[in-house]
């Protein structure tokens, strides 16, 4: 087995009965080791909630799911939880307001029982860049981009084999999503990491990923490479039309007449 | 002095303790900056100094020891405050009484705020039937009227301080478990508890080193506010003859004992009303100005 | 080039100076910033904490409290923004110039249909019967393009897509026939299908009713293709003013980074180009 990821016919439902929505409707895709995969689509179209469902914070209620070779356990074990780490979208919200640095990169260490943990915490600093005397830092004491390195190094001081990224650099200023966007490039080289990167901006996918898959309302609905991404060639008119609005603002009176 | 403020708000910590210690001095700089916390604090520390050193500010004898020949006596120079209908001193009643007041507000305290965040806590992280069936529970406590349980409490076992105590805990709990479980709630949806969940860490951990330190500011607020409340039901049982019983100088107590001759010599009644006035002024003073201090969604 | 300032300006700014008062010092968010704008599309681009939001809240007097405004000239219309009492403000704002921010979730209030919190901002500018400021409200739902405003005209804020709550947005602003619009990153919340309509509309509707309308936006292309002019803000001040379609001929480094770092659709390229941010940048 090669693949590090294989996703069939998920399923994700969200409420019960009545009320119950639909959020991912039978999504297959495969993530052969060592690849960086991209979903894109527009808020709502359930490619959040697959690298939930991937993590286990989210059950799904149908399908198949198959990490690291393994299916995918109901109670994962610990030992199966570090081998798949997650990136959140914002690194406000991801990292606790009243841990240190140092608290935040060790408490995974502790869990795991790893040894050697004071080497280990400034190994992970050094290498996604952020200088050690930040170490008994707060999070709001840094800035975006310092708090989304943290959030990287507390996901790489598992030394997992698969990283989910969840909008990455959305929150952040341009000029910082190209050194986090470099640095995740780096560590991917270093560590032969797997990506499964989410993300609504098509030319951040296209750059990072080998194989995109375009989503629609908790479907897929085109899988292409980055090749196709970037010309813009698609056989399916959702993926034309959101390739077209990521070209940038033109005043064409077509688009008026929508409501 | 200016050596240790840079330590304090350093930007770049040398260890754990001086990061901790700064962010104290933060709260600290936000609470001092409001006048009237400050005076809260001040009645606070008052009442933890006089109840601390009680026997060397009045000897102990003066509370119970009776003077007939000197009874309801006004203020003078011999006796501060006056004295009561059997001629005891008002002042030294009133300075040992404080440490009453302080027992009574350390033990509920003690009581109440671990037992609501526990509950409240466990409550919103778990969810399901475990939420149900605690805020089911919390729900029966909150529907018993306060005083009428204390009393039905007090009469069931005897009137007495510890009764009223365990009387104002049992009934006191329930709001900080609402409280704390809707903290819990909205914690529960950061994608920090998130990533503490996959990473491994297990629901107790999580609760304990996660959930915890960010419901404790407003616990620890809504106590201090709450203060004022269990005094003057504390006060208002000792008023009722159901709470701590004479001779002992409970401010509520004295209060009741004083009622009698409140037109002609108002210093017995009066002057225990506003100790219990100015502590519970304090408290909420105090209160008050934590909350703008130490408001986790501020900072 | 300053060929598209007309001759009478409707902003017009002169070292304007936004301090906020902290525990470490007075911090200094807008320091010095002088601009003048007509009847023009003008964006303001920078990073977060360039101070571009906060000259948007400053312009309007709505700089929040320990922050204080100074300047030698802030006119609206060839009012007096500075120097005026709380009441000239309140017929300022909405009157003169208007503003829209980022999320509707935020900015409508959640528990007033969106009818009566137009129908409000109507009446709070000028005298009309009810009748009258509902027969405008409805006019400005379609103003928006929203085919069914009577629908829309009873919904609750929560009830209404990010780009409807936005266009909703958009015309309570509008309705009030500001001279100046002040849009915040005004479709960053919203999904890039729905980003193309609204800002279309909002083109549409400031050239044709000849208003002034400033864009902040931390994304340089966007804006450059939307307005007409771009000033580019770092650390406080402005440090490069641009024509939008010369955007190419950027001259400042921190402007010429801004575009150089973002990746492209167009171009492969295994490394994406970093910013070496230079302390002078700041000390202007």
């Known amino acids: 087995m090669n693949e590090a990821i294989e996703v069939s016919d998920l399923e994700v439902t969200f409420g019960h009965g009545t009320k119950s929505f639909k959020a991912v409707q039978g999504v297959s895709f495969t993530v052969p080791f060592g690849q960086s995969f991209g979903l894109v689509g527009e808020s709502g179209s359930g490619k959040s909630t697959i690298l939930r469902a991937l993590s286990v914070l989210v059950r799904p209620s149908g399908g198949r799911l198959q990490v690291a070779g393994g299916p995918l356990p109901l109670h994962p074990p610990k030992t199966f939880r570090r081998r798949v780490q997650l990136v959140f979208q914002d690194p406000y919200a991801s990292l606790h307001p009243r ?28 290498e996604v860049g952020l200088p050690r005397r930040y170490r008994y830092r707060y999070p709001h004491q840094l800035s975006g981009g310092q708090r989304q390195r943290v959030a990287i190094a507390r996901a790489l001081v598992l030394e997992p084999e698969i990283l989910l990224l969840d909008e990455p650099t959305s929150a952040l200023d341009v000029s910082i999503q190209a050194e986090i966007l470099n640095l995740l490039s780096d560590l991917r080289e270093a560590r032969q990491l797997t990506y499964l ?53 033109f005043r064409d009176p077509a688009v008026l007449d929508v409501g | 002095m200016n050596n240790a403020r840079s330590w304090l708000l ?152 510890e009764s009223a ?120 003073l105090l209160g008050d100005g934590l909350r703008d201090a130490l408001d986790p969604r501020q900072s | 080039m300053t060929s598209i ?84 403000l309140q017929g300022l704002r909405g009157g003169k110039i208007a503003m829209i921010m980022q999320d509707p979730k935020f900015s409508l209030n959640p528990v007033m249909r969106i009818g009566t919190q137009i129908e409000e901002a109507i009446r709070m500018h000028r005298r009309v019967t009810r009748k009258a400021a509902r027969a405008h409200a409805m006019e400005a739902l379609l103003a928006v393009r929203i085919s069914n405003p009577e629908r829309v005209y009873h919904c609750f804020p929560h009830e209404l897509s990010g780009g409807m709550g936005q266009r909703a947005m958009i015309a309570m602003m509008l309705s009030t026939q500001p001279d100046v619009l002040i849009a915040d990153e005004p479709t960053s919340a919203l999904d890039v299908t729905v980003q193309a309509q609204v800002l279309a509309i909002l083109d549409d509707l400031v050239s044709r009713r000849g208003m002034g309308l400033i864009m902040i936006s931390h994304d340089l292309e966007l804006v450059a293709s939307f307005c007409d002019r771009v000033l580019v803000m770092y650390a406080g001040r402005i440090v490069e ?4 379609s010369a955007l190419s001929r950027a001259v400042h480094p921190y402007t010429r980074g801004l575009i150089a770092c973002l990746p492209r659709l167009s171009e492969a390229s295994s490394r994406l180009q970093t910013m070496q941010r230079d302390p002078a940048w700041s000390q202007v």
Request: charged fraction near 15%.
């Open chain 3, 241 to 244: 003013t641009l024509e939008a």
């Open chain 3, 5 to 88: 300032s007309p001759e009478a300006p409707l902003l017009e700014v002169e070292g304007l100076r936004v301090s906020f008062a902290t525990q470490r010092g007075l911090v200094e968010a807008v320091r010095g910033v002088s601009f003048a704008m007509g009847r023009e599309k003008l964006g303001i681009v920078g990073e977060s904490g360039s101070g571009k939001s906060t000259i948007g809240r400053a312009l309007m007097r709505l700089v929040p409290s320990p922050g204080v405004v100074t300047g030698q000239k802030l006119k609206v219309g060839g009012k007096d923004v500075l120097s005026a009492n709380e009441r000239d």
């Open chain 1, 99 to 126: 841990h240190s640095i140092d608290r935040i990169l060790r408490e995974p260490l502790e869990v795991h029982g790893f040894d050697r943990r004071e080497e280990r915490i400034l190994q992970s600093l050094d």
């Open chain 1, 197 to 249: 990167l989410v993300s609504h901006n098509l030319a951040v996918v296209a750059h990072m990923c080998d194989r995109v898959a375009i989503m629609s309302q908790g479907k897929i609905v085109e899988v292409t490479d980055s090749r196709h991404l970037r010309t813009g060639t698609f056989t399916h008119p959702y993926s034309q039309q959101l390739w077209a609005s990521s070209q940038g603002y």
């Open chain 2, 165 to 284: 105590i365990l009387a104002i805990a049992i009934t006191s709990w329930p709001p900080y478990a609402r409280l704390a479980r809707a903290e819990t709630l909205m914690i529960r949806r950061s994608d920090f508890i998130a990533a503490a969940i996959a990473q491994g860490a297990s629901a107790p951990r999580i609760i304990r080193r996660y959930v915890m330190p960010l419901c404790m500011p407003s616990v620890v607020i809504r106590l201090t506010l709450d203060m004022a409340g269990i005094i003057l039901t504390a006060a208002g049982l000792g008023f009722l003859g159901l709470g701590a019983q004479p001779p002992s100088p409970e401010w509520g107590a004295m209060v009741a004992a004083g009622r009698g001759y409140v037109l002609d010599q108002w210093w017995v009644s009066t002057i225990p009303g506003i100790a219990i006035l100015l502590v519970s002024l304090g408290f909420n």
């Open chain 2, 10 to 161: 350093a930007d770049q910590p040398a260890s754990p303790l001086q990061a901790r210690m700064g962010r104290f001095y933060t709260s600290w700089l936000a609470l001092s900056a409001n006048p009237l916390a400050l005076i809260g604090l001040a009645i606070v520390v008052l009442l933890l100094l006089s109840a601390l050193l009680a026997p060397w500010i009045a000897p102990r004898d003066a509370v119970y020891v009776q003077n007939l020949d000197g009874r309801l006596q006004p203020p003078s120079l011999l006796h501060w405050f006056g004295t009561d209908e059997l001629g005891r001193d008002l002042f030294a009643r009133v300075v040992h009484g404080s440490r009453i007041t302080l027992m009574i507000v350390a033990l509920v305290a003690i009581i109440v705020g671990p037992l609501g965040l526990i509950i409240g806590m466990v409550a919103g992280y778990v969810g399901g039937w475990t939420d149900r069936i605690l805020m089911r529970l919390t729900d029966i406590f909150l529907a018993f009227p306060r005083l009428v349980l204390a009393l039905a409490f007090v009469a069931a076992l005897r009137p007495g301080i």
